[in-house]
């Protein structure tokens, strides 16, 4: 049995047994989905520990006929990018099921099931190695976050769900029309044939092909990301979403669209993606600094949280068209780590809220005070979110500007103004929620972490720490992996500048 | 052509479905007054074994695949596969009607009767080669259905739609016939093939003429189909139609509606493709376009599913415009796929609401989530498909439609196509909010339980609705290989 295969099969034979649990034994499905997930996990690190990382290309392949007539795989594979989202989507959906113990008390049971078939479409999204079977995982995955929203979510739950549906599937429908097109032209699905006939020079766009397919792809992964202007979903999706829901979205599912920015866009269609990276890059500046700005006004903290989310997507979106190898490593790490931390901020407000059941930071105050671990844990992820170093994010954004510098010095001093930004949001947050005079309604709701909340909080701690101090566990294959994307990225580009100086700094490090 | 005054054996077996329907029908209303307590259980068995029959009679059929009747039939894999379709839509439109009889107090033989002649117009057209056949076809199926539409005879509602389905449908089915006249006069002929030939031949009519005819007959089809700007009709009819019988009337006269429109298109009219193309083309994006954003402002159910299948059947029509057999061969599957997510949606809502069907409205179904999981699951499963999402024949089916347009060169109505299903989304999610997102409210709370035939009247549509999302190929293979026949 191929373990990728067992990756991903597992959360879905999860999902179909938890639809058999009986309704009246919710506990029942609570302890079947926490089982499912943790052996997820486990089995994830056995990818891990199999991977190969000398190799730029896919391991774990899997490649199955599936329909006959269009030629159709089930292809799926992992590379050295694809490897770590899909350890991040294993690593946070058990401690989903951990936070959403007590909090989830009605229909408990198709909670759960949504949340592993939710985390069956995520690993899916990253692995498929054929362009249909990525477009048929990027909308399965839309379904159950759909439902978590919508039925768990709070008040204005149904607006943002409605929303959020809309939004990625007018999208995705625009890529679907472009992966029909490339099919017709290649006749064939599968992503590395593309590739090769892309390489060697069988397959050739013109540069209006070009840049229209481009254009269908990258709309529906900027409306994932959210790249500004496509970000109005975002903020109502992430406040109105149950915090497990809120996890899942920030820190996995907006992965989808840099994912796919990085492994389609850019070597399937260079020459667009070169030609639009300088407006691309001025949206996704816009994004941190306004992202960064409408956080720090939020009197609502989910929402303060989720704004700071366009603003840390913005860096990820400049690393990659910085077309820089530092840039590309930064991007992917700040992926990893926007999903450790950020994931963290919605676990621990998710936390505050199940206490104080209010999510305006106006109610708190003196939380330090009655909680105080939760308030040093809640401390260290605003540090990593901010970006100090030896924290994770640090090393992340360090490697963006850097790449961004490279590419051109004044967007890393606009995209500077963002990591200042962010400080302010964020410090000025933490003082006014956990400092201060210690309300009444603090004083008796908020308690400390109790032993299930330490156990989900306690992973993304030394997450963030040893992601922040020795980087060296998780950039090698990332690097090899962009390496590679790199180089397809420079088929067919004539390039007048020579934009990857430092590369062999860069795989030095 | 010279047709033999006695039918060979083979003309007989090539004919079997339509025999089997025919005289069953007729047998439901003979034994009708013989039996002592009317039960429309006995009658729905015997229409489900007429119907299990006929699909055995056609497939028997197909073994012994040609022409017949000297031509005026022909049985291939294309006429085989319709009539299978309309059959399945047959049985899965009784399979609800049990409760649903029982619960309006209307249990009669007719209904099964008038049923099962309409299904036999249908498999009428879907083999028929020459035009009179065709039309024969068409009235049979067509008379039969505009008195189901108004098989409640106390409703006003009914009898609103079947009268303005009959003055409608005769409308039309006028100027399919004035097609067909200008057809005969100026070829000399009904017969598809020999009218192709006719059309290419050396001394061929003025194209005036035949374009008109094409044009006549195009706007007789299209009213069947429900296609925009002849559409009008669909809503009223849907929503005052009993419920199981606008359930069948948005599959089954529409799948043989689209088979006449694609075997008379894609034959004989083939050799002038470049002529009524772009009629086509306008017509699909008008469907798609005026459906889908009508729907959008609907409230009852029914009356949405109907402003659906207005849009549903642009889709189809992308896949004639695209003029390949891969395109037909799509719009085979479309129908399809169609016919299970549809009547089974049409059956979820035939079985909330409730005597007198009070309960159509988006908002009766508040709170189904939770009442009746089961049902709702499978409605779901309806709608995803409806809205297009992957792993539904619905998905499938837009898929195949849009390659093949993507394939013929039609960019823009591909794109402007599957912009148009975003905008669907909105509506059928509606319905999903309502069901899982609300607290239940009467309607539900006075809903029966699930009966086994209704369990299965819901099961059976979405285990085939998940069946041609996950293995398409099967259907697909079949339609492909006789998609090739049409040209």
Known sequence: MNLLLLVLLLPLAGFLVALMIPRSSPDGSRNWSIGVSLATFLASLGLLGWFDRGIAGDQFTVDLPWIASPDIHFHIAADGVSLWLVLLSTFLTPICVLISWRFIQSRVKEFY???????FGLIGVFIAQDLFLFYVFWEVSLVPMYFLIGIWGHERRIYAAVKFFLFTMAGSVLMLVAIIYLYNRTQTFSYAAILDMLASGRLTFSATEQMWMFLAFFVAFAIKVPLFPLHTWLPDAHVEAPSAGSVMLASVMLKMGTFGILHYCLPLFPGAAHQCAPWIAVLAIIGIVYGALVSMV????????????VSHLGFVVLGIFSFTQMGLDGAVYQMLNHGVSTGALFVLVGL???????LAIADYGGVATSAPWLSTVFLITTLASIGLPMLNNFVGEFLVLQGAALANFRWAIYAAIGVILSACYMLWMYQRVFYGETGDEVRHHVTDLRLRE?????????????MGVYSQSFLPPVSKTTAR?????????????QARPHTEVARAR | MPVSAVASASDLIRFLPEMILTVMGTLLMVIDPLLR???????????LLALAAGIGGAVYAYSQAGPAFGGMLVVDGFATFFRVLVMVVGILTILPSYGFLARQEAETSEYHALLLFSIAGQCLMAAANELIIVFIGLEISSIASYVLAGYLRTDKRANEASLKYFLLGSFATAFFLYGVALIYGATGTVNLTAVRAAITGQDAPPVVFVGLAAALMFVGLGFKVSAAPFQIWAPDVYQGAPTPVAAFLSAGPKAAAFAVFLRIFLTAFEPIGSGWEPLVWLAALLSMTIGNFAALQQNNVKRMLAYSSIAHAGYVLVGLTARSSIGSAAAMFYLAGYAFMNIGAFAV????????EQYQNVDDLAGLGQKQPLTAAMFTIFLLSLIGVPLTGGFFGKFYIFKAALQSHLVWLAVLGLLNSAVAAYYYLRILVMMYMHEPGQAVENAEPLTPGLRLALILPAAGTLFLGIFPTWVLDFAGKSAMLVR
């Open chain 1, 113 to 119: 099931a949504f949340l592993l078939l939710l985390e």
């Open chain 1, 298 to 309: 939020q009197p609502n903290l989910k929402k303060l949280v989720a704004y700071s989310s």
């Open chain 1, 352 to 358: 505050l809220y199940e206490r104080r059941h209010s």
């Open chain 1, 454 to 466: 330490w156990a989900a909080v306690v992973p993304l701690v030394v997450m963030m720490v040893w």
């Open chain 1, 485 to 497: 994307v790199l180089d397809q990225a420079q088929i067919n580009v004539p390039f007048r500048v």
């Open chain 2, 37 to 47: 307590k009317r039960s429309s259980q006995a009658f729905g068995h015997l229409s």
């Open chain 2, 349 to 356: 809502v035939s079985h909330l609401s409730g005597r007198g």
